[in-house]
Protein backbone atom coordinates (compact mmCIF):
# COMPACT_ATOMS: atom_id res chain seq x y z
CA UNK A 1 0.00 0.00 0.00
CA UNK A 2 0.97 3.77 -0.69
CA UNK A 3 1.67 5.89 1.19
CA UNK A 4 -0.83 8.77 1.18
CA UNK A 5 0.59 12.15 0.01
CA UNK A 6 -0.69 15.84 1.88
CA UNK A 7 0.10 18.32 -0.19
CA UNK A 8 -0.78 22.06 1.08
CA UNK A 9 -1.38 24.77 -1.24
CA UNK A 10 0.52 28.46 -0.86
CA UNK A 11 -1.63 30.94 0.09
CA UNK A 12 0.72 33.51 -1.09
CA UNK A 13 0.94 31.68 -4.81
CA UNK A 14 4.27 29.98 -4.44
CA UNK A 15 5.16 25.96 -4.66
CA UNK A 16 2.86 24.00 -2.52
CA UNK A 17 5.04 21.42 -0.12
CA UNK A 18 4.45 18.44 0.98
CA UNK A 19 3.27 17.85 4.22
CA UNK A 20 2.93 14.75 6.86
CA UNK A 21 -0.50 13.53 5.49
CA UNK A 22 -1.41 12.75 9.61
CA UNK A 23 -0.26 16.76 10.26
CA UNK A 24 -3.35 18.62 10.98
CA UNK A 25 -3.84 21.59 8.39
CA UNK A 26 -7.43 22.93 9.60
CA UNK A 27 -8.21 25.64 12.24
CA UNK A 28 -11.00 24.17 14.68
CA UNK A 29 -12.92 27.43 13.55
CA UNK A 30 -12.56 27.46 10.26
CA UNK A 31 -16.04 27.20 8.18
CA UNK A 32 -15.26 23.82 6.61
CA UNK A 33 -15.35 22.25 9.84
CA UNK A 34 -17.74 24.04 11.72
CA UNK A 35 -20.60 24.81 9.23
CA UNK A 36 -19.66 22.31 6.15
CA UNK A 37 -19.08 25.23 3.87
CA UNK A 38 -15.68 24.02 1.77
CA UNK A 39 -15.58 22.50 -1.65
CA UNK A 40 -13.62 19.55 -3.16
CA UNK A 41 -12.82 17.82 -6.37
CA UNK A 42 -12.17 13.88 -6.32
CA UNK A 43 -10.27 12.74 -9.61
CA UNK A 44 -7.98 9.53 -10.55
CA UNK A 45 -4.79 9.74 -10.49
CA UNK A 46 -3.63 7.15 -14.03
CA UNK A 47 -0.03 6.80 -14.79
CA UNK A 48 0.89 8.72 -12.17
CA UNK A 49 -1.21 12.00 -13.91
CA UNK A 50 -4.32 13.12 -12.60
CA UNK A 51 -6.58 12.88 -15.12
CA UNK A 52 -9.16 15.42 -16.43
CA UNK A 53 -7.89 18.11 -14.16
CA UNK A 54 -9.08 21.04 -16.07
CA UNK A 55 -12.81 19.78 -15.53
CA UNK A 56 -12.20 19.56 -12.39
CA UNK A 57 -10.80 22.84 -11.49
CA UNK A 58 -13.54 24.01 -13.72
CA UNK A 59 -16.18 22.62 -11.37
CA UNK A 60 -14.30 23.32 -8.50
CA UNK A 61 -14.16 27.08 -9.01
CA UNK A 62 -18.15 27.13 -9.79
CA UNK A 63 -18.36 25.00 -6.09
CA UNK A 64 -16.34 27.68 -4.43
CA UNK A 65 -18.28 30.56 -5.98
CA UNK A 66 -21.93 29.08 -4.84
CA UNK A 67 -20.24 28.56 -1.05
CA UNK A 68 -18.81 32.27 -1.37
CA UNK A 69 -15.04 30.61 -0.67
CA UNK A 70 -12.37 33.33 -2.21
CA UNK A 71 -10.41 30.40 -4.51
CA UNK A 72 -6.83 31.08 -4.20
CA UNK A 73 -4.60 29.89 -7.41
CA UNK A 74 -2.58 27.42 -7.86
CA UNK A 75 -4.35 24.10 -8.19
CA UNK A 76 -3.14 22.88 -11.42
CA UNK A 77 0.03 22.75 -9.84
CA UNK A 78 -1.00 21.41 -6.54
CA UNK A 79 -2.81 18.47 -8.28
CA UNK A 80 0.55 18.14 -10.33
CA UNK A 81 2.75 17.81 -7.44
CA UNK A 82 0.70 15.54 -5.29
CA UNK A 83 -0.34 13.22 -8.21
CA UNK A 84 3.82 13.40 -8.65
CA UNK A 85 4.67 12.79 -5.44
CA UNK A 86 2.44 9.44 -4.76
CA UNK A 87 4.37 6.10 -5.55
CA UNK A 88 1.45 4.14 -7.29
CA UNK A 89 0.65 5.24 -10.89
CA UNK A 90 -2.50 4.47 -9.87
CA UNK A 91 -4.82 6.49 -7.17
CA UNK A 92 -7.84 8.84 -5.94
CA UNK A 93 -6.63 12.71 -6.06
CA UNK A 94 -8.61 14.91 -3.58
CA UNK A 95 -8.60 18.08 -4.09
CA UNK A 96 -9.99 20.39 -0.78
CA UNK A 97 -10.67 24.47 0.06
CA UNK A 98 -12.19 25.17 3.08
CA UNK A 99 -13.70 28.29 3.59
CA UNK A 100 -11.04 29.09 6.74
CA UNK A 101 -11.64 30.49 9.98
CA UNK A 102 -13.28 34.15 10.42
CA UNK A 103 -11.40 37.00 9.12
CA UNK A 104 -8.92 34.12 7.63
CA UNK A 105 -8.27 32.76 4.27
CA UNK A 106 -9.27 29.54 2.61
CA UNK A 107 -7.37 26.52 3.41
CA UNK A 108 -6.26 24.62 0.11
CA UNK A 109 -4.37 20.73 0.35
CA UNK A 110 -4.34 17.74 -1.87
CA UNK A 111 -4.57 14.09 -0.33
CA UNK A 112 -3.18 11.30 -2.75
CA UNK A 113 -4.44 7.94 -1.87
CA UNK A 114 -4.96 4.29 -3.01
CA UNK A 115 -8.21 3.42 -4.63
CA UNK A 116 -10.40 1.54 -2.51
CA UNK A 117 -11.22 -2.26 -3.15
CA UNK A 118 -14.65 -1.72 -3.02
CA UNK A 119 -14.45 0.86 -5.83
CA UNK A 120 -12.39 -0.95 -7.81
CA UNK A 121 -15.02 -4.33 -7.22
CA UNK A 122 -17.73 -1.72 -8.14
CA UNK A 123 -16.23 -0.80 -11.50
CA UNK A 124 -15.58 -4.56 -12.23
CA UNK A 125 -18.23 -6.15 -11.08
CA UNK A 126 -21.33 -3.63 -10.86
CA UNK A 127 -23.24 -2.78 -8.17
CA UNK A 128 -26.45 -3.42 -6.52
CA UNK A 129 -28.45 -0.41 -5.92
CA UNK A 130 -31.94 0.80 -4.48
CA UNK A 131 -34.04 3.77 -5.20
CA UNK A 132 -34.30 6.48 -2.66
CA UNK A 133 -36.21 9.67 -2.58
CA UNK A 134 -33.95 13.41 -2.23
CA UNK A 135 -37.39 14.33 -0.54
CA UNK A 136 -37.83 17.09 -2.53
CA UNK A 137 -39.62 18.06 -6.52
CA UNK A 138 -37.06 17.31 -9.12
CA UNK A 139 -37.16 21.09 -10.34
CA UNK A 140 -36.98 22.96 -6.97
CA UNK A 141 -33.01 22.81 -6.84
CA UNK A 142 -32.73 25.18 -9.71
CA UNK A 143 -35.24 27.18 -8.43
CA UNK A 144 -33.47 27.49 -5.17
CA UNK A 145 -29.93 28.02 -5.18
CA UNK A 146 -29.32 28.11 -2.48
CA UNK A 147 -30.01 24.04 -1.97
CA UNK A 148 -26.90 23.90 -3.22
CA UNK A 149 -27.94 21.02 -5.37
CA UNK A 150 -24.94 20.77 -8.35
CA UNK A 151 -22.25 21.87 -5.61
CA UNK A 152 -19.89 19.77 -4.75
CA UNK A 153 -19.08 20.86 -0.86
CA UNK A 154 -18.11 18.72 1.55
CA UNK A 155 -21.64 18.97 3.51
CA UNK A 156 -22.03 15.11 2.07
CA UNK A 157 -23.31 13.86 5.14
CA UNK A 158 -27.06 13.11 3.23
CA UNK A 159 -24.91 11.62 0.64
CA UNK A 160 -22.98 9.48 3.07
CA UNK A 161 -25.99 8.85 5.38
CA UNK A 162 -27.46 7.55 2.21
CA UNK A 163 -25.46 5.40 1.05
CA UNK A 164 -25.40 4.00 4.37
CA UNK A 165 -29.31 2.94 4.37
CA UNK A 166 -28.75 1.40 0.99
CA UNK A 167 -26.07 -0.82 2.89
CA UNK A 168 -28.30 -1.57 5.63
CA UNK A 169 -30.70 -2.46 3.17
CA UNK A 170 -28.18 -5.27 1.72
CA UNK A 171 -26.73 -3.26 -1.47
CA UNK A 172 -23.82 -1.16 -2.27
CA UNK A 173 -25.45 2.20 -3.96
CA UNK A 174 -28.35 4.22 -4.25
CA UNK A 175 -30.17 6.41 -6.88
CA UNK A 176 -32.26 9.59 -5.78
CA UNK A 177 -35.38 9.71 -7.05
CA UNK A 178 -37.39 13.32 -7.01
CA UNK A 179 -40.69 13.31 -5.08
CA UNK A 180 -42.69 13.90 -8.27
CA UNK A 181 -40.82 10.79 -10.03
CA UNK A 182 -37.74 11.68 -11.64
CA UNK A 183 -34.27 10.45 -11.71
CA UNK A 184 -31.81 12.53 -10.57
CA UNK A 185 -28.31 11.39 -9.38
CA UNK A 186 -26.66 9.17 -6.75
CA UNK A 187 -24.82 10.54 -4.04
CA UNK A 188 -21.60 9.62 -5.44
CA UNK A 189 -22.02 9.22 -9.10
CA UNK A 190 -23.75 10.46 -11.91
CA UNK A 191 -26.71 8.39 -13.67
CA UNK A 192 -27.81 7.06 -16.79
CA UNK A 193 -29.62 4.22 -18.84
CA UNK A 194 -29.71 2.45 -21.49
CA UNK A 195 -33.02 2.04 -23.27
CA UNK A 196 -33.45 0.22 -26.89
CA UNK A 197 -29.83 1.05 -27.63
CA UNK A 198 -30.36 4.21 -26.61
CA UNK A 199 -28.17 6.59 -23.49
CA UNK A 200 -30.49 9.03 -21.36
CA UNK A 201 -28.93 10.63 -18.58
CA UNK A 202 -30.86 13.67 -16.64
CA UNK A 203 -29.54 17.31 -17.97
CA UNK A 204 -27.46 18.80 -14.74
CA UNK A 205 -28.08 22.16 -15.38
CA UNK A 206 -31.87 21.85 -15.53
CA UNK A 207 -32.46 19.77 -12.56
CA UNK A 208 -29.51 21.25 -10.86
CA UNK A 209 -27.61 18.12 -10.20
CA UNK A 210 -23.69 17.86 -10.26
CA UNK A 211 -22.52 17.71 -13.80
CA UNK A 212 -20.61 14.82 -14.17
CA UNK A 213 -16.78 14.81 -15.59
CA UNK A 214 -16.92 11.51 -15.87
CA UNK A 215 -20.53 11.83 -18.23
CA UNK A 216 -19.54 14.40 -20.10
CA UNK A 217 -16.41 12.22 -21.09
CA UNK A 218 -18.36 8.86 -21.42
CA UNK A 219 -21.04 11.07 -24.07
CA UNK A 220 -17.78 11.87 -25.89
CA UNK A 221 -17.01 7.91 -26.22
CA UNK A 222 -20.68 7.15 -26.82
CA UNK A 223 -21.13 4.72 -29.84
CA UNK A 224 -24.36 5.10 -29.46
CA UNK A 225 -27.48 8.14 -29.63
CA UNK A 226 -27.62 9.17 -26.39
CA UNK A 227 -30.20 12.09 -25.03
CA UNK A 228 -29.85 14.04 -22.32
CA UNK A 229 -33.25 14.72 -20.73
CA UNK A 230 -35.36 14.29 -17.57
CA UNK A 231 -36.42 11.32 -17.36
CA UNK A 232 -38.79 9.33 -14.85
CA UNK A 233 -38.42 6.67 -12.16
CA UNK A 234 -40.78 4.20 -14.45
CA UNK A 235 -38.80 4.72 -17.34
CA UNK A 236 -35.78 3.76 -15.00
CA UNK A 237 -37.61 0.47 -13.90
CA UNK A 238 -38.34 -0.99 -17.58
CA UNK A 239 -34.60 0.14 -18.53
CA UNK A 240 -32.12 -2.57 -19.93
CA UNK A 241 -29.09 -1.33 -18.76
CA UNK A 242 -28.73 1.08 -15.66
CA UNK A 243 -24.97 2.73 -15.16
CA UNK A 244 -23.64 5.52 -12.57
CA UNK A 245 -20.82 7.21 -13.62
CA UNK A 246 -17.92 9.15 -11.72
CA UNK A 247 -14.04 9.51 -11.51
CA UNK A 248 -12.63 6.93 -9.34
CA UNK A 249 -15.14 4.19 -10.03
CA UNK A 250 -15.74 5.18 -13.56
CA UNK A 251 -18.36 3.51 -15.48
CA UNK A 252 -19.65 0.87 -12.91
CA UNK A 253 -22.64 -1.27 -13.81
CA UNK A 254 -26.25 -1.21 -11.75
CA UNK A 255 -26.08 -5.18 -12.04
CA UNK A 256 -29.97 -4.83 -9.73
CA UNK A 257 -31.83 -2.48 -9.36
CA UNK A 258 -34.58 -2.51 -6.52
CA UNK A 259 -34.36 -5.93 -6.48
CA UNK A 260 -34.51 -6.13 -10.79
CA UNK A 261 -31.75 -8.23 -12.10
CA UNK A 262 -29.99 -6.47 -15.20
CA UNK A 263 -26.17 -7.37 -14.93
CA UNK A 264 -23.53 -5.52 -16.86
CA UNK A 265 -25.09 -4.91 -20.22
CA UNK A 266 -23.25 -4.49 -23.53
CA UNK A 267 -22.97 -0.65 -23.92
CA UNK A 268 -21.96 -0.26 -20.51
CA UNK A 269 -19.33 -2.78 -20.98
CA UNK A 270 -18.25 -0.75 -23.90
CA UNK A 271 -18.42 2.17 -22.45
CA UNK A 272 -16.33 0.91 -19.05
CA UNK A 273 -13.53 -0.19 -21.44
CA UNK A 274 -13.68 3.43 -24.04
CA UNK A 275 -13.43 5.16 -20.44
CA UNK A 276 -10.44 3.42 -18.68
CA UNK A 277 -8.52 3.63 -22.15
CA UNK A 278 -9.49 7.64 -22.58
CA UNK A 279 -7.84 7.98 -19.16
CA UNK A 280 -5.13 7.14 -19.94
CA UNK A 281 -4.52 9.42 -23.03
CA UNK A 282 -6.28 11.92 -21.56
C1 LIG B 1 -23.56 13.94 -6.41
C2 LIG B 1 -22.59 13.53 -7.45
N1 LIG B 1 -23.01 13.41 -8.74
C3 LIG B 1 -22.17 13.04 -9.73
C4 LIG B 1 -20.83 12.76 -9.46
C5 LIG B 1 -19.92 12.32 -10.57
O1 LIG B 1 -19.00 13.33 -10.89
P1 LIG B 1 -17.62 12.98 -11.60
O2 LIG B 1 -17.95 12.14 -12.77
O3 LIG B 1 -17.09 14.32 -12.01
O4 LIG B 1 -16.77 12.30 -10.61
C6 LIG B 1 -20.35 12.89 -8.16
C7 LIG B 1 -18.93 12.61 -7.88
O5 LIG B 1 -18.48 12.60 -6.80
C8 LIG B 1 -21.24 13.28 -7.14
O6 LIG B 1 -20.81 13.42 -5.88
Redesign the pocket.
Known amino acids: MAETVLALLDPAGGEPTLADPTAPVLRADDFGVVRGESVF???RIAGGRAR?VD??LA?LARSAQRLAIDLPPGWDRLAEVAAGAYAQPDGVLRLTCSKGPPGGAPVGFALASEIPAETIRGREQGVRAITLTLGVTAGVRATAPWLLGGV?ATS?AI?MATLRHAQAEGVEDAIWVSTDGEVL??????VAWVKDGRLVTPPAGEVA?????????VLGLCPAPYEVRRGTVAELAEADEVLL????RGVAPVTELDGRQLGTGPLTAQLRESFEAALSYS
Open positions: ETMFAHRKYNEAPTSTLLPGTTLDVLSSV
